[in-house]
């Protein structure tokens, strides 16, 4: 098994702008991990990327931990990524996929179009955020998009929300890799690549930090939506090229 460096290096991308953007790096790593291996393949390498990327943030963005939402955001979240890794391998890889990429082309078209759009910052709201997050998650390898949906709407400052979303998620990988494992997605392939991800995980976080001081979010967030549109499209026309040709 050789390692694929161009993988690697689209890894590294999707951390920086995932950190940046605020969505998380598996609305990009996933569907992009999806044109060198299989769907549950990247399924587990997201849950050991993730791992060491969600590390290095909960450190350098340590300050501000809002409790409350690790409550009321992260235990849904942990118990509805178990539910949707279960589900992952019941249902077929082709339709995830799909499912995937319609996903993608819905969210950043949506907030493309309705970039004023508000969820009030409630019990409710953040149950049921974490709840589809960590679902989301689990059967599809992304939820940090309807994560930080969710918590915008507490508008907490930059470096709360980050630190916040990276703990959750870390609860969420710690989860979700028990249950990809039994499910059989990490094996001497993914384990091959951990080093290299482990380290791209530290490395694009603080690149991501770095960048942030230089580029307002909002102006980067609206290119990061263009960039999950192209992806979501991308992922719909392999799709189609696979059944057709």
């Known amino acids: 098994m050789k390692v694929n460096y161009i993988f690697l290096l689209l890894a590294l991308v999707a951390e920086i702008i995932g950190t940046i953007g605020g969505f998380g790096s598996s609305v990009f790593f996933v569907p992009l991990g999806n044109f060198y291996f299989d769907f549950y393949s990247v399924l587990g390498m997201t849950a050991i990327f993730h791992l060491s990327s969600n590390l290095s943030k909960i450190f350098l963005f340590k300050k501000g931990l809002d409790k409350k939402l690790l409550l009321y955001i992260g235990v849904p979240s942990v118990l509805f990524v178990i539910i949707g890794g279960f589900l992952s391998k019941i249902a077929d890889s082709a339709i995830l996929e799909i499912v995937l990429g ?136 392999k799709l189609a090229f696979d059944y057709w040709g």
């Open 102 to 237: 319609v996903f993608l082309v819905v969210f950043s078209l949506l907030f493309l179009i309705k970039s004023e759009i508000v969820i009030l910052p409630n019990k409710k709201n953040s149950i049921i955020g974490g709840s589809l997050s960590g679902f989301s998650a689990g059967l599809l390898g992304t939820g940090g998009a309807i994560r930080g949906l969710t918590m915008a709407a507490f508008n907490l400052e930059k470096s709360a929300f980050i630190a916040t979303s990276a703990f959750i998620d870390f609860m969420i990988d710690f989860s979700r890799t028990f249950v990809y494992y039994g499910n059989g997605y990490i094996g001497k392939q993914e384990l091959m690549y951990l080093p290299f991800l482990f380290a791209i995980g530290l490395i694009g976080t603080y690149l991501g930090k770095k960048i942030l001081h230089y580029i307002p979010q909002e102006k980067f967030r609206k290119l990061s939506l263009i960039f999950i549109l192209f992806i979501g499209l991308a992922t719909i026309t």
